[in-house]
């Protein structure tokens, strides 16, 4: 049901109030009042529409009553009658009192029934703006806090204290020199083995610089082939190659204003590395099949596991890239020159694990410890945290022992170690010291191709179904899963 109208209409002469009123009263509501002060005190407990004020009244003229009123109660439309056609206090009043129409006398009673709808479409449109601004404002504001608090949950999450570490790591000169760097927009090498833990200090830096609020966006270099790769990287047009079937907005225009992370840089073809250099160099990418560039705003943080000084004299990969890349560099240690970390880690793991599976594990005995801390772990956190993974899939205690450990871990608790082979096996049988040596060598061989079986197999002059087989034997099978193998 719509509301009736209120017109509030301001005259002292009582004769001129019935007129309006037998003239508005069909179609709107009329509330009449003789004087200013009467007026005020019908708007304070009325909602009026549209006040009709006549500009001659006893102790204030009706642009200087309306004034007043816009002032206090903005929201009522503000028309003015007069019979001085030529007053320039009407005239110079209008834009400072707000008044919407200015009506001579004597007045036509269609011409003003019409400029009072008028005014009531103006109230109305005028309420409906501001209650859509009001929608807007708020929604706004209620995104605004949910942008700052998954900010600061982000900030908290990858903050550098959160990367876990012993009190003499080797990892604490590495992560002080990160927070002193983390604030200026150069870019960052960052090197170290697989699974040493480069993409979370990736995380810490950005998080920790002034792009916090922009996006953290990933890449794997060596997962894709050159043009997939510049697709992903750069963004293509439909049609632009087999398969390009719509649109693609590359991850440097994603992450513009924020952080991308090139994970294995030094795995990509020296074609693609002028791309690269060039898109650093103009700050600029060009889409696949476009022909106009698009300017980028993004800081680059790239990771590698290989050498890639050696690797630029070899003329593997680009100088100029690697100094573009390279602007300041950090190098993660290995889990094996850091084993004071391990306890540290594992404890962390081990909780992280066990709310994830609903099981709580409250830690490791004794000897399971030393054998964790004794092991080489040449896949380093990743495949501390794949054991950990394992260990709570297979407890049903609430501490677990050396026995439920990986023979490999096992063993490197054992004094001693094999002639060749590097594994501990003093007191085992000879099928146990083989199974011990073999599943290392595996080990190292997922650690070194990032778990990816047909590399491994490959490697191994294994079948991938003769690899699974043995992935299952030795509890491995999960280990690969998690990690995409």
Same mark, same amino acid.
């Given at each position: 049901?719509?509301?009736?109208?209120?017109?509030?209409?301001?005259?002292?002469?009582?004769?001129?109030?019935?007129?309006?009123?037998?003239?508005?009263?069909?179609?709107?509501?009329?509330?009449?009042?003789?004087?200013?002060?009467?007026?005020?005190?019908?708007?304070?407990?009325?909602?009026?529409?549209?006040?009709?004020?006549?500009?001659?009244?006893?102790?204030?003229?009706?642009?200087?009553?309306?004034?007043?009123?816009?002032?206090?109660?903005?929201?009522?439309?503000?028309?003015?009658?007069?019979?001085?056609?030529?007053?320039?206090?009407?005239?110079?009043?209008?834009?400072?009192?707000?008044?919407?129409?200015?009506?001579?006398?004597?007045? /036509?009673?269609?011409?003003?029934?019409?400029?009072?709808?008028?005014?009531?479409?103006?109230?109305?449109?005028?309420?409906?703006?501001?209650?859509?601004?009001?929608?807007?404002?708020?929604?706004?504001?209620?995104?605004?806090?949910?942008?700052?608090?998954?900010?600061?949950?982000?900030?908290?999450?990858?903050?550098?204290?959160?990367?876990?570490?012993?009190?003499?790591?080797?990892?604490?000169?590495?992560?002080?020199?990160?927070?002193?760097?983390?604030?200026?927009?150069?870019?960052?090498?960052?090197?170290?083995?697989?699974?040493?833990?480069?993409?979370?200090?990736?995380?810490?830096?950005?998080?920790?610089?002034?792009?916090?609020?922009?996006?953290?966006?990933?890449?794997?270099?060596?997962?894709?082939?050159?043009?997939?790769?510049?697709?992903?990287?750069?963004?293509?047009?439909?049609?632009?190659?087999?398969?390009?079937?719509?649109?693609?907005?590359?991850?440097?225009?994603?992450?513009?204003?924020?952080?991308?992370?090139?994970?294995?840089?030094?795995?990509?073809?020296?074609?693609?590395?002028?791309?690269?250099?060039?898109?650093?160099?103009?700050?600029?990418?060009?889409?696949?099949?476009?022909?106009?560039?698009?300017?980028?705003?993004?800081?680059?943080?790239?990771?590698?596991?290989?050498?890639?000084?050696?690797?630029?004299?070899?003329?593997?990969?680009?100088?100029?890239?690697?100094?573009?890349?390279?602007?300041?560099?950090?190098?993660?240690?290995?889990?094996?020159?850091?084993?004071?970390?391990?306890?540290?880690?594992?404890?962390?793991?081990?909780? /992280?694990?066990?709310?994830?599976?609903?099981?709580?594990?409250?830690?490791?005995?004794?000897?399971?410890?030393?054998?964790?801390?004794?092991?080489?772990?040449?896949?380093?956190?990743?495949?501390?945290?794949?054991?950990?993974?394992?260990?709570?899939?297979?407890?049903?205690?609430?501490?677990?022992?050396?026995?439920?450990?990986?023979?490999?871990?096992?063993?490197?608790?054992?004094?001693?170690?094999?002639?060749?082979?590097?594994?501990?096996?003093?007191?085992?049988?000879?099928?146990?010291?083989?199974?011990?040596?073999?599943?290392?060598?595996?080990?190292?061989?997922?650690?070194?191709?990032?778990?990816?079986?047909?590399?491994?197999?490959?490697?191994?002059?294994?079948?991938?179904?003769?690899?699974?087989?043995?992935?299952?034997?030795?509890?491995?099978?999960?280990?690969?899963?998690?990690?995409?193998?």
């Amino acid at each position: 049901m719509t509301e009736v109208p209120i017109v509030l209409v301001v005259d002292d002469e009582v004769r001129s109030q019935e007129a309006l009123r037998r003239v508005l009263a069909e179609e709107f509501e009329v509330l009449t009042a003789s004087s200013a002060a009467e007026a005020e005190g019908l708007l304070e407990v009325e909602m009026v529409h549209v006040i009709l004020c006549d500009q001659k009244m006893p102790g204030c003229t009706g642009v200087e009553f309306l004034k007043s009123v816009r002032n206090r109660w903005p929201d009522p439309v503000r028309m003015i009658i007069s019979g001085y056609t030529d007053s320039e206090d009407i005239i110079a009043g209008l834009n400072e009192a707000g008044i919407y129409r200015y009506i001579t006398k004597p007045w /036509d009673p269609d011409e003003l029934i019409r400029a009072i709808r008028e005014a009531v479409q103006a109230f109305r449109l005028q309420r409906e703006n501001q209650s859509a601004s009001l929608e807007i404002r708020v929604a706004a504001e209620t995104l605004q806090r949910q942008l700052n608090a998954k900010r600061d949950l982000l900030r908290s999450r990858f903050d550098f204290d959160r990367i876990v570490h012993a009190a003499d790591s080797p990892m604490v000169e590495a992560i002080r020199t990160a927070g002193r760097i983390a604030p200026y927009d150069i870019s960052v090498l960052i090197t170290g083995e697989s699974g040493t833990g480069k993409e979370l200090l990736a995380r810490a830096l950005h998080y920790s610089s002034s792009r916090a609020d922009k996006p953290f966006v990933v890449e794997n270099c060596a997962a894709l082939p050159d043009q997939l790769l510049e697709s992903e990287l750069f963004g293509a047009k439909k049609g632009a190659f087999t398969g390009a079937y719509e649109d693609r907005i590359g991850l440097f225009e994603q992450a513009d204003g924020g952080t991308i992370f090139l994970d294995e840089i030094g795995e990509t073809s020296p074609a693609f590395q002028v791309k690269l250099l060039r898109a650093l160099q103009e700050g600029e990418i060009r889409p696949l099949g476009a022909r106009l560039t698009r300017k980028v705003n993004v800081r680059v943080i790239s990771a590698t596991n290989r050498d890639l000084e050696a690797d630029v004299l070899a003329g593997r990969f680009r100088r100029d890239l690697y100094y573009r890349l390279a602007v300041f560099r950090l190098h993660l240690p290995p889990l094996r020159e850091r084993p004071m970390d391990v306890p540290l880690l594992a404890e962390v793991l081990l909780a /992280d694990v066990g709310r994830t599976f609903g099981k709580t594990v409250m830690g490791f005995s004794a000897e399971a410890m030393k054998s964790l801390k004794d092991y080489d772990w040449p896949g380093n956190v990743r495949e501390l945290q794949n054991e950990v993974q394992r260990l709570v899939a297979l407890t049903d205690l609430p501490t677990i022992g050396a026995a439920l450990l990986s023979p490999a871990i096992r063993a490197s608790g054992d004094e001693g170690r094999a002639a060749g082979g590097g594994v501990r096996v003093a007191g085992a049988t000879l099928k146990e010291k083989v199974e011990s040596l073999e599943e290392e060598i595996i080990r190292e061989a997922l650690a070194r191709h990032g778990w990816n079986i047909s590399r491994v197999a490959d490697e191994l002059g294994l079948s991938r179904v003769g690899l699974r087989a043995k992935l299952q034997r030795y509890g491995l099978e999960r280990m690969s899963a998690a990690d995409g193998g």
